[in-house]
T-cell receptor, first 115, second 112 residues
Framework: DQQVKQNSPSLSVQEGRISILNCDYT??????FLWYKKYPAEGPTFLIS?????DKNEDGRFTVFLNKSAKHLSLHIVPSQPGDSAVYFC??????????????FGQGTTLQVKP | DSGVTQTPKHLITATGQRVTLRCSPR?????VYWYQQSLDQGLQFLIQ???????AKGNILERFSAQQFPDLHSELNLSSLELGDSALYFC???????????FGPGTRLTVT
């Protein structure tokens, strides 16, 4: 049972344009969501997070949107840069409602930003 | 650099053997998490320790065990290894009231 899904295995965008990565979840008990970026041969790097009481969080070029009714979140990267090319993972947690912050990850989306 | 260290970086061993993976969390972080990433899988949660005590368990095999020591470093022990255990094993840590986890560089385990 895949509780967190990233339905697009890959995405290609032009440098300077917007990248939009999507993530769907099924468990309404999730109350905290995170995005990680991963380069080959490295561990995931934390990018940005959002709690379920918010619908938007911004950090520089990165913005995460949360639509609880649709159980959907998205990561917007504006403007996209070639260095953003990596695998992006969406993750969810029941951190506030349980005694653990364990993360449930999606399968990842490979973003390629073309110069 | 996340501040989380893992050793060794690579490990090659034979089926039936036992290995130990080591993780040192970021300074001050009390929680340590272990995740497995197989070739065609996303990251799967294995186990969490908080200040020396087991806090949560995922789909961790009975052949696998972990512990967290008083200095907060953690070890993941994998025994009776099978070919299917070949994977990347990541350790992550978090601290305080934050739910953001910071990952180490991982250990790539190859079972031949």
């Amino acid at each position: 049972d895949q509780q967190v899904k990233q339905n697009s295995p890959s995405l290609s965008v032009q440098e300077g344009r917007i990248s939009i990565l999507n993530c769907d979840y099924t468990n309404s008990m999730f109350d905290y969501f995170l995005w990680y970026k991963k380069y080959p041969a490295e561990g995931p790097t934390f990018l940005i997070s959002i709690s379920s009481i918010k619908d938007k969080n911004e950090d520089g070029r990165f913005t995460v949107f949360l639509n609880k009714s649709a159980k959907h979140l998205s990561l917007h990267i504006v403007p996209s840069q070639p260095g953003d090319s990596a695998v992006y993972f969406c993750a969810a947690s029941r951190g506030y409602s349980s005694n653990t912050g364990k993360l449930i990850f999606g399968q990842g989306t490979t973003l390629q930003v073309k110069p | 650099d996340s501040g989380v260290t893992q050793t060794p970086k690579h490990l090659i061993t034979a089926t039936g053997q036992r290995v130990t993976l080591r993780c040192s969390p970021r300074s001050g972080d009390l929680s340590v998490y272990w995740y497995q990433q197989s070739l065609d899988q996303g990251l799967q949660f294995l186990i969490q320790y908080y200040n020396g005590e087991e806090r949560a368990k995922g789909n961790i095999l009975e052949r696998f065990s972990a512990q967290q020591f008083p200095d907060l470093h953690s070890e993941l022990n994998l025994s009776s290894l099978e070919l299917g255990d070949s994977a990347l094993y990541f350790c992550a840590s978090s601290g305080g009231t934050s739910y953001e986890q910071y990952f180490g560089p991982g250990t790539r385990l190859t079972v031949t």
